[in-house]
């Protein structure tokens, strides 16, 4: 697939509760001054995934860094070189055509739910899936040409299981392929975030084809 241009480098950093760098909106190969992404919820998502896991002799598998030029397994561009959520899937016993596991994604509403969701519907089993936790990293929201991009972070750390954020949805922030779901750990850090660039707050169980077709 032909790979989109990301955007100029950034005019304006919007400020939000975390300290933020300048940086470019499309400068996602390394975060700057990340916290430690929580290792409670990352430990507990393992044991919960531990009985239908192929992967370590039964534990879950660990997150991955998406550093190494790994292109989306859905709309096939470069995931560093775009800002913006990112994710990957694990699955039992089926792997992306091409590579092994994970599936990797530049996207998470316009790409890695709408994979994992046809998956499944062919009867893959996911055993692991990880998002970007924005409340362990340093991000950047800028602003180009009237659009709002959020930052992107590919290493390991920065991962969270998905099952466990809260999603900002419907908000004015850009990813790779558009309005994303902004994933975070921390229910007051999605509230505030959800306050500064609107949309709301909701949790991956509320996450269906209503809200990824919007």
Known sequence: MHEETPPAPTRHVHATRHAHTHRPAHDCGHAVGRRTVLAAGAS?????????????????????????GQACD????????????????????????????????????????????????????????????YSGVDYTVTTEGGDSYVSSHVEAGAFAPAEDLYYVVESEVRGAMGPDFVPFSAEADATAFAEAYGGEVVEYGDIGEGLIGK
């Not at 089926?94 to 996207?107: L, R, S």
């Open 44 to 68: 507990a998502a393992a044991v919960a995934l531990a009985g239908c896991s192929s992967f370590g002799g039964g534990s879950a598998p660990e997150p991955i860094a998406l550093d190494a």
């Open 74 to 133: 859905d709309c096939g561009m470069v995931i560093r070189n775009h800002p913006g959520p990112v994710g990957q899937v694990f699955f039992a016993d089926n792997a992306p055509e091409g590579h092994d596991n994970p599936a990797h994604f530049d996207a998470l509403k316009q790409c890695m739910f709408p994979y994992r969701l046809e998956r499944e519907s062919r009867g893959w089993t996911t055993v692991a899936q990880y998002v970007t936790d």
